[in-house]
DNA sequence: CAACATCTATCTATCGATAGACAGATTATT
DNA sequence: AATAATCTGTCTATCGATAGATAGATGTTG
């Protein structure tokens, strides 16, 4: 990956996360980063393609921090606490939200291939999180898992909303427990 | 309230429940009832404002459905699940998800006025299942409430981009069973 | 007549995308 | 090694479409 092409995903992402897929514009990323617009179509040739290859990234760094945490010697309650954690940095009060959780709300009328990996982003922590409450012996971990996943993004929005982390950590505190 | 304009805000509800505030444009309503883009302007002098009476439309229907709720004769747990059905009812599978959820993770950039009313629909539904947690002599109410508003707004996200109702069900079928 | 409601017409700003040109680096061919 | 061909990354300039908003004329209704 080039240089120029990271450093207009790292805008993108900043602008997908704080407004959504709308307010990602092609001639705001180029002014960030002092280059022209047109430059940016070169690097990608359409914004369903720049948004596509974000998710895409975002999702790898997932897994490799879920993968690395699963290999750890750490008990699966701290496990736990490291899932819920990596929600919790990915909310910056008045900055951003977690990418897939605005992208996920927006995903009616977004273009099939974000959806999809959108989807897949989704789908690559609830796996992890039914494996760990699996691990933990919990009476149906698929259910856990859901409900988990559901709680810390719908937290994140409440949070957000309310310019407030307590809201956020409300129910992080009960999820942390959950093991 | 007339009219042509609660014809406006309709179709302007669909709009933004679908797609974000971004994809809610005073043309596209316009045209969908069959006036002109300045005769929205009439009605609605900004987008701000158009958006913004949307949301308190909208919380004030979240409040009488709870409030005829609150005050009927069936049991806590029944109510509860009334409540999920709610957020059910909100979720139309590729055509919607709750008004709420939307503007909520978008809320960063909008307009404090709108962002301010989202948050007031937030605190309505906080407030009423604290109650009703409260009445059902749960230990922790403040938690139970913010846990069920979280997952539920949450599930929709996820279901939504799954386009999978089931996502949403399961987690509605553990909050059902939290009293 | 007065108010309410809608219209025509237009403005400025921004959007994603494309065409065509250019300099400089790299690679292939002789 | 020298030259030719190609690739890379950026530029300027422009396209048609759409955005929200406004002024002022026109119609409608009580």
């Not at 951003?96 to 982003?121: H, N, T």
């Amino acid at each position: 990956m080039n240089e120029t092409a990271e450093k207009i995903m790292d805008a993108a992402e900043r602008r997908v996360r704080s407004g959504g897929y709308g307010a990602m514009s092609f001639r705001d990323l180029a002014a960030e980063i002092g280059i022209k617009s047109s430059s940016v179509h070169y690097h990608f040739p359409t914004k369903e393609a720049l948004a596509s290859t974000l998710v895409e990234r975002y999702t790898a760094r997932l897994k490799t921090y879920l993968d690395d945490e699963m290999a750890s010697e750490r008990s699966t309650r701290e496990k736990l606490a490291a899932f819920v954690d990596y929600y919790r940095k990915a909310l910056e009060l008045d900055h951003s939200i977690c990418l897939c959780v605005m992208l996920g709300a927006e995903s009616i009328e977004l273009p099939v291939q974000i959806k999809e990996r959108v989807q897949a982003f989704y789908e690559t922590g609830e796996r992890w999180l039914e494996e760990l409450f699996e691990v933990a012996g919990k009476e149906d971990p698929r259910t856990a898992a859901a409900v988990t996943l559901a709680s810390l993004s719908g937290a994140m929005v409440v949070a957000s909303t309310a310019n407030d982390r307590e809201q956020f950590e409300k129910t992080a505190r009960f999820l942390e427990k959950l093991i």
